[in-house]
């Protein structure tokens, strides 16, 4: 059965300084993964999605994911943080075992100080 | 354009009232979902539907009843709801089921519902 851990509940950057919100996964299959961003009272937004094409995704506002298949990770940076990217970030995967669920993390809040 | 939109974007009912939350996308997708997504949790599904059949009903109660009345829109009845169901209801939709990979899930902004 497919799974995601994020590893971080809370994290915390100065703006201007890189950003590095981390996800595990678990899956037997060939995994699609996504990050998800929700500003606060909002709905998802998706900045990037990896489905076993390059790995080292890009994504909107300057982030980026790698997909690390000996780590199963799935990282997500951001080479400079803005205060408009504190938010709550989900990562989400998504398998190829005909299941019709995406598998959410239980996300990080960025949080990014002046 | 990635849009999908939903109405009301708030709504306070009481546990005697009937209401409806409403949902549009004009991307051509034809599977649209309801998730529940409670305060500082990730979202939850409740409902698939699938070239405008319910597919997917995550035992989700019968005070909460979807219609999908054509391709292009999504509705979810609510009656006799409870305090404990006021949450964000989020509408998404995707090319098909979700079930290729890569096939991408976009989400409304929610409507907020409170139930008193």
């Known amino acids: 059965a497919q799974s995601v851990t994020q590893l971080d509940s809370h994290v915390s950057v100065s703006e201007g300084t890189p950003v590095l919100l981390r996800c595990n996964y678990s899956?037997?299959?060939?995994?699609?993964l996504f990050w998800y961003v929700q500003h606060p009272n909002k709905g998802l937004q998706l900045l990037l999605k990896y489905t076993s094409a390059a790995t080292l995704v890009k994504g909107i506002n300057g982030f980026e994911a790698e997909f690390k298949k000996s780590e199963t990770s799935f990282h997500l940076t951001k080479p400079s943080a803005h205060m408009s990217d504190a938010a709550e970030y989900f990562c989400v995967v998504s398998g190829e075992d005909s299941s019709y669920k995406l598998i959410f993390g239980s996300g990080t809040r960025l949080l990014v100080r002046p | 354009d990635t849009e999908v939109t939903q109405t009301p974007k708030h709504l306070v009912m009481g546990m005697t009232n009937k209401k409806s939350l409403k949902c549009e996308q004009h991307?051509?997708?034809?599977?649209m979902y309801w998730y529940k997504q409670k305060a500082k949790k990730p979202p939850e599904l409740m409902f698939v539907y699938s070239y405008e059949k319910l597919s997917i009903n995550e035992s989700v109660p019968s005070r909460f009843s979807p219609e999908c009345p054509n391709s292009s829109l999504l509705n979810l009845h609510l009656h006799a709801l409870q305090p404990e169901d006021s949450a964000l209801y989020l509408c998404?939709?995707?090319?098909?089921?979700?079930?290729?990979?890569?096939?991408?899930?976009?989400f409304g902004e929610g409507s907020w519902l409170t139930v008193v």
């Open positions: 899956s037997s299959y060939s995994p699609s």
């Open positions: 998404a939709s995707s090319l098909r089921q979700m079930s290729h990979s890569g096939n991408t899930i976009y």
């Open positions: 991307m051509g997708h034809r599977a």
